[in-house]
């Protein structure tokens, strides 16, 4: 894969970049901050208070500790330095505390961990092929994909207005990333282990992870037409990997396994009872499914079509976590969300395995794995399109097709995000960031690619523009109408219905990019 030599850091530009965002992120420590803020708290105080063997049994909270050791090890480390803030934070019966200290510690932990994310940005512009840079700095990939990565509008909102610790997974996950485009895959699967002990929502991707490493490393050499040589594999090369991911377990895991506790860790780390859909409408197929029920619902009950008494009284547009029963459609199941998923994954699968593009092939499958699981998947949250939108931010600067779905995808993914934010103070700041980034997106990417024409057609043009209506409606025209007491959802219906349909669109151009790409290409013998 060729790098684009000094393109990360070339002219100090990429450090500039990254110490603006870190200047913009420390503006916004006294905005609003959501319950995961509390949750977090909580997780300090569980992890400093307790003994290991306790902290997956500790309730005294209802936000009950359920991410893999490695977080729990995290929050366990950053709680020492916590004390030196306001230790009474650290104590589990004080909840929903928040001093000052508290809200300050907590905000620049998240800012200090966010350098592994800034790392790894700076490796993943050194992977990015350079054929394409032009005179100017600004119309250069690699500084694109920087601004794409380091001022990312969805980052920026989740982990440092509503609060969480993305940015040091993502970078962990592009680290990753940079280290297989390096041809380091021992590293990039040894940090995808360790990612997958600090976050399990990353199990998304790991049907690509595991398939273009088995494809790509433990067998090395292709035939002619492509197709894999069987007598290349190298069984040295898979026990390599195993006992890395043996071991990463082991680490993780084997403390609990020990106390017989791993079956209380799994249920967890896999709450089935919390429902089909989050809170926040995730803007995925079962959004689609959800409106369609309550839709085909209302109209029963105006026709007489059904009985009103024997409607479920647990209702999707509460904004309650919960089990739920759909009126008119049938009931959706957690096995069928995963049978769902797998479906829509394994052909992104096979075409990496039949049809193999080098690491921007695994880096197109697992954006496919993400979105797949993000469409498909139970409980989905909303700020899991995140996992879709920043690596795809990699194959935008270096094709127009590719550019294309991304800005299809980030812009209607983003503004999915708007309802975490619902507070009066946050809403200017959330649209500016919103359209800074989204502009510099539009405008520097139709840059790179002048000479191949417009990168939307007039259909994908108008459904975007839609997002501006949309969003006037949603958060300036709604509130003062009547209908907020009768129908207070319907904001959050509209703009995940809206947002789905340009997401499953996106999922699916992607899809025919994939198999209408170039042929597989020939890997040498190593």
């Known amino acids: 894969m060729a790098a684009h030599r000094g393109g990360s850091g070339g002219g100090g530009w990429f450090w500039a970049l990254a110490v603006g965002v870190t200047l913009l992120k ?41 991410y893999p050791p490695f977080f729990a090890w995290f929050e366990y480390a950053l709680s020492h330095v916590a004390k030196y803030f306001d230790r009474e934070m650290l104590v589990i ?19 200090f961990t966010d350098l592994l994310f800034i790392y790894a940005a700076h490796e993943c512009c050194k992977c990015v092929n350079g054929k394409r840079a032009g005179r100017e700095t600004l119309e250069s990939p690699p500084f694109v994909l920087a601004v794409l990565l380091l001022w990312n509008f969805g980052l920026l909102i989740v982990d440092h207005i509503h609060f969480q610790y993305n940015g040091f997974l993502f970078g962990l996950m592009l680290l990753s990333i940079a280290r297989l485009f390096q041809k380091r895959h021992l590293e990039g699967a040894f940090l995808f282990a360790v990612l997958l002990h600090f976050k399990h929502i990353y199990l998304y991707v790991a049907p690509a992870y595991g398939v273009f490493l088995l494809r790509s490393y433990c067998f090395t050499a292709n035939n002619p037409d492509g197709s894999v040589r069987w007598r290349s594999f190298s069984f040295l090369r898979v026990a390599a990997l195993g006992l890395i991911v043996s071991l990463v377990s082991a680490l993780s895991l084997g403390p609990f396994v020990a106390w017989g506790q791993l079956p209380q860790v799994l249920s967890r780390l896999f709450p089935f009872k919390r429902g089909l859909c989050h809170a926040y409408w995730a803007p995925n197929f079962w959004a689609l499914y959800s409106a369609l029920d309550k839709a085909l619902s209302v109209i029963g009950l105006k026709y007489k079509f059904l009985n009103p008494a024997t409607l479920p009284k647990a209702s999707m547009t509460g904004g309650l976590v919960q089990e739920f029963e759909h009126t008119v459609l049938p009931s959706v ?18 075409c990496l395995w039949f049809k193999p593009q080098g690491p921007r092939g695994f880096l197109r499958c697992l954006v496919l794995c993400a979105l797949s699981s993000f469409l498909f998947g139970w409980h989905v949250h909303e700020k899991a399109v995140l996992l879709a939108i920043l690596p795809l931010s990699l194959l935008s600067v270096e094709r127009s097709r590719d550019a294309s779905i991304y800005l299809i995808l980030s812009a209607t993914g983003h503004l999915s995000l708007f309802p975490l934010l619902f507070t009066a103070p946050e809403l200017p700041i959330k649209i500016l960031l919103m359209l800074l980034f989204t502009v510099f997106s539009f405008s520097s990417l139709k840059a790179i690619f002048r000479k191949e024409g417009p ?33 207070p959802f319907l904001p959050l219906l509209l703009t995940s219905v809206y947002c789905a349909v340009g997401i499953m669109y996106a999922w699916l151009k992607l899809y025919i990019s994939v198999f209408m790409g170039p042929p597989a290409i020939r890997q040498k013998e190593e």
């Open 455 to 487: 990168l939307l057609n007039w259909l994908e043009t108008i459904y975007l523009t839609g997002l501006i209506p949309l969003e006037l409606f949603c958060e300036i025209m709604f509130p003062f109408t009547p209908w907020t007491l009768k129908f």
């Open 26 to 66: 420390l503006l916004l420590l006294p905005t609003y901050h959501s319950t995961d803020f509390e949750v977090h708290r909580n997780w300090l105080a569980i992890t400093h208070s307790l003994p290991v063997s306790q902290w997956y049994y500790e309730a005294t909270s209802k936000w009950t500790l359920d």
């Open 333 to 350: 199941t957690p096995l069928a969300t995963l049978a769902c998923t797998a479906i829509s994954i394994l052909p992104s699968v096979f």
């Open 93 to 111: 019966q004080n909840l929903d505390y928040s001093s000052q200290a508290t809200v300050l510690f907590q905000r620049l932990s998240v800012i």
